[in-house]
């Protein structure tokens, strides 16, 4: 009974200590495993990352700037969003910048494998970095978001880098407005 009771006024010390801020919250696995990553993360010389808040792991941005293929010398900033699940479930990815590209969308949404049905635990944001490189090196029509882009892509490669150009300069990346222009 003793025990007991020394154990409950214990747990009344600790908990008054963690009030007056003698304690720090612990962190979630998620947590812990995105500070492992971002560690481990081994950045191509075309990529770097920003953290608005430096307190925040969680949540970050990659910007990625190609120097080869259609999108050479564009600066794309795509945001991330770990969720608590993670590395269960992958992260939120958007581009936040306007691109002409088959597998991004008008919204930012990317159409990348390993950030939907091929995602695994043992992923990481490297793999993610390196599979968004590689869409803009190789964009791949045959998965498109897209799909203007896509079938240009394929059908026109010279319009399509045109329309890439384009959009890389600020000009509007639907294909209703490239259209219109060409008229």
């Not at 803009?136 to 029509?141: C, G, K, Q, R, V």
């Not at 045109?162 to 060409?182: K, N, P």
Request: proline share 7%; net charge neutral.
């Amino acid at each position: 009974m003793i025990k007991l009771f020394s154990l409950k006024l214990q747990k009344k010390d600790e908990e008054g200590s963690a009030r007056a801020g003698g304690s720090q919250k612990k962190a979630s696995a998620a947590q812990l495993r995105i500070t492992k990553d971002l560690n481990e993360l081994n950045l191509p010389k075309t990529c770097s990352t920003e953290f608005p808040d430096p307190d925040d792991l969680l949540n970050f941005k990659l910007i990625i700037c190609p120097d080869e293929g259609f999108y050479r010398g564009g600066r794309f900033v795509f945001s991330f969003k770990v969720g608590p699940n993670y590395p269960h479930e992958p992260p939120k990815v958007k581009c936040e910048t306007a691109v002409y590209h088959p597998n991004i969308d008008l919204e930012g949404n990317v159409c990348l494998n390993i950030l939907r049905e091929d995602w695994k635990p043992v992923l990481t944001v490297n793999s993610i970095v390196y599979g968004l490189q590689y869409l803009f090196l190789e964009p791949n029509p045959e998965d498109p978001l897209n799909k203007e882009a896509a079938d240009e892509l394929q059908s026109n490669r010279r319009l399509f880098e045109q329309h890439v150009q384009r959009a890389m300069r600020g000009g509007y990346v639907g294909a209703s407005y490239f259209e219109r222009c060409l008229k």
